[in-house]
Structures are given as structure tokens and as C-alpha cells.
């Protein structure tokens, strides 16, 4: 494991005037941890020097060619046993900025983590919001979706998901939206040659079995909830929201942070699970609500 590289008052100077480090650290222990990082590239999560993490990706190699990248510790393609793969239990958090998005089976790469945190332990995310970047033109993905991935067991992107990645994404950034540029006049990312690439790209991948890295799955945060919910329900999401941070202007990406909870019994649990995806949606709704107020006044 990494130590940290901050001191601690540094740390907590840094944090409190940064966002996005405030949530993607949100309920991780000071001044001691230890927890994971996935896809950290060449931006790992900045932290105190108590705090002790490892780094996972799909593969030692997912990074390489990168300038200056974290060095993998663990392999995990996010389905299977995590605990084996990084030979322990027991941690206090997980940080995934930007990375689920990538993640081919959704559901069992949550289940994985869920296992190796002890009880009150933090999985926190990042997410691109896909009203706001390149995904704008593409549906929300469903809980049919998911449920696919995980019966089928994905290691490596599918080759729908790789074809709605390479066909479907628009050539308009962040900037541009909030600008006041419509989506849905922007021209598709890959161009006139976005079908055929989009084909050539998926069979390829599908005879070659190499791993091609794509944005599997698009959400709101909005959908974000309605498809943990629905998972919850089925039993395949075993983690309980703490928190969901919207979208903020001139931004693109979302944050959710969730515990593994000491609830044993299933249906005490799923209560608990419904109920903190209700109060979060409340949020969220009221939030919309009085931005479009204020868009009219």
C-alpha cells in the first residue's frame, strides 16, 4: 500500500476549500485508513499521510503509455472475488473518481467492493452526468442493462456497450452546453464514419477478446437512483446511500457516496436502502424544482 503524501493539516486546509476532494474523501477516518483507489491514472486522489491505499484497474498495464501514472497494485476486471485479488478485507473506504462509467458489470463490481469494506466502511464515486458532456445524446442505462452485465457475467466491455459508446457520443463538451449550445444539434464525435467504426469496433473487440475501454453505462443522477433502487429491490446492490451531490453549474459530474452497513438481516437492510434512495431523490427533486424557479424569475 501507498501512504499518503499530505500532511494532515494540509490535507484538511486542501479539502476545505475543494469540492471534489470533500466528497470523493466524504466519511473516510482521519487520521488513519486504509482503502483502495480505482483508475487512479495520473490524478490519484490526494491524502493525508495516515491514510494508507492501493491502487486497482482492470489490468497492471490498463495504464500504460500514461505520463507519469499511479503503478497498479491489483488487477480486478470487477467481477469474481475482490478480496482474493487483493488479498485482503476489512478496509475502511474506496474511491472511484470518474471510473464506473468504464466498469462492464456494474452490479458485481459494487457487490466486490461491498465485501472488502468492514461495516460503516465508504464507497465514493464520481460520475459523469450525461447531460453535460459528450454522452448528452445517449439514454439514460436501465436497470434491463445492468441486470444483463451481471447475469451474463461481463469481464470486458460488450459488444453493444462498445457500439452506443463509439456511435452515440457527440462531438460537444461541457463548456459548450452550458453555454447554451443544444446537444442535439452537435455532430457525432466519430463523424460521418461513426456507424461503420461503431461496427468494425465491436466485432473486433468480440473476435479479438481484447479489452476496449468505453463508457458502458450513462446516467443522471436521477437515473443513478431509480437503478440502485431497482437493484436493491432485487437484492443484487448491497450498499445504503449516504450522500448524492447534483451536478453543479459549469460541471459535468456527479458524486454519490454509500456505506456497507452492519444490517445482516435482508429485509431490515432493504428498508434501509429504500429509504435513503427516497430522501436522496427528495433532494435532488427539490433542487430541480428551485432551479427552474429561478430560471424564471
Request: aromatic letters at 6%; hydrophobic letters at 40%.
Given at each position: ?91 475502511d473506504f474506496a474511491i472511484a473518481a470518474q471510473v464506473a462509467q468504464y466498469v462492464p458489470n456494474l452490479l458485481g463490481w459494487c457487490r466486490g467492493i ?13 460520475l459523469p452526468d450525461r447531460r453535460f458532456m459528450f454522452d448528452a445524446g445517449r439514454t439514460a442505462s436501465t436497470i434491463a442493462e445492468l441486470v444483463e ?66 463508457h458502458c453505462w450513462v446516467f443522471t443522477p436521477l437515473s443513478f437512483l431509480d437503478v440502485v433502487e431497482a437493484a436493491s429491490r432485487l437484492g443484487l ?61
Open positions: 500500500m501507498h501512504s499518503g503524501t499530505l500532511s494532515l493539516d494540509a490535507f484538511l486546509d486542501r479539502r476545505a476549500t475543494d469540492r471534489r476532494l470533500a466528497r470523493l474523501t466524504h466519511d473516510v477516518p482521519l487520521p488513519e485508513a486504509k482503502g483502495l483507489e480505482f483508475g487512479p491514472a495520473n490524478n490519484p486522489t490526494p491524502l493525508p499521510e495516515g491514510i494508507r491505499v492501493a491502487y486497482v484497474d482492470h489490468a497492471h498495464d490498463a495504464q500504460a503509455g500514461l505520463s507519469e501514472a499511479a503503478p497498479i497494485d491489483h488487477a480486478w476486471t470487477g467481477t469474481g472475488s475482490l478480496a482474493e485479488s487483493i488479498g485482503q478485507d476489512g478496509l461491498h465485501a472488502i469494506l468492514r461495516p460503516g466502511g465508504v464507497l465514493n464515486l464520481s452485465a451481471d447475469l451474463l457475467d461481463y469481464v470486458r466491455p460488450s459488444p453493444r456497450q462498445i457500439f452506443a459508446h463509439t456511435y452515440e457520443t457527440l462531438a460537444i463538451g461541457p463548456g459548450e452546453i452550458w453555454a447554451g449550445d443544444d446537444p442535439a444539434r452537435a455532430p457525432r464525435l466519430c463523424g460521418e464514419a461513426a456507424l461503420a467504426l461503431a461496427h468494425r469496433q465491436a466485432s473486433g473487440a468480440l473476435a479479438s477478446g481484447r479489452y476496449q475501454d468505453c446492490f448491497p450498499f445504503v446511500l449516504n450522500r448524492i451531490a447534483g451536478t453543479e453549474p459549469e460541471g459535468f459530474e456527479f458524486y454519490v457516496s454509500m456505506r456497507r452497513d452492519g444490517e445482516t438481516d435482508p429485509q431490515a437492510l432493504r428498508g434501509m436502502q429504500e429509504g435513503a434512495v427516497a430522501h436522496l431523490r427528495g433532494i435532488l427533486t427539490r433542487q430541480q424544482r428551485t432551479a427552474r424557479l429561478l430560471a424564471t424569475a
